[in-house]
């Protein structure tokens, strides 16, 4: 699975906007969704941010790892 769709079904999961996790991480709202546009790729300090904010590994949130 690509990181974009990593990271919407992780959203989705959670059942928020793209707004309120672009909040929760210290983003605009615009940016976090080139995330799961597949335009941009977060930095890693952004990597981190989503990561925690979805409870998950590295590996699981860019798709290096199916174990969460």
């Not at 989705?12 to 909040?23: C, D, M, P, R, Y």
């Not at 300090?45 to 590295?58: G, K, P, Q, R």
């Amino acid at each position: 699975m690509e990181f974009k769709e990593r990271v919407r079904q992780l959203r989705k999961e959670k059942k928020e906007t793209q707004a309120q996790v672009a909040e929760a991480i210290g983003l605009q709202e615009r940016n976090y969704q080139r995330f799961e546009l597949g335009e941009n790729l977060p930095s890693y300090a952004n990597l981190i941010a989503l990561a925690d904010h979805f409870d998950v590994s590295l590996d699981y949130l860019t798709g290096r790892a199916d174990q969460r």
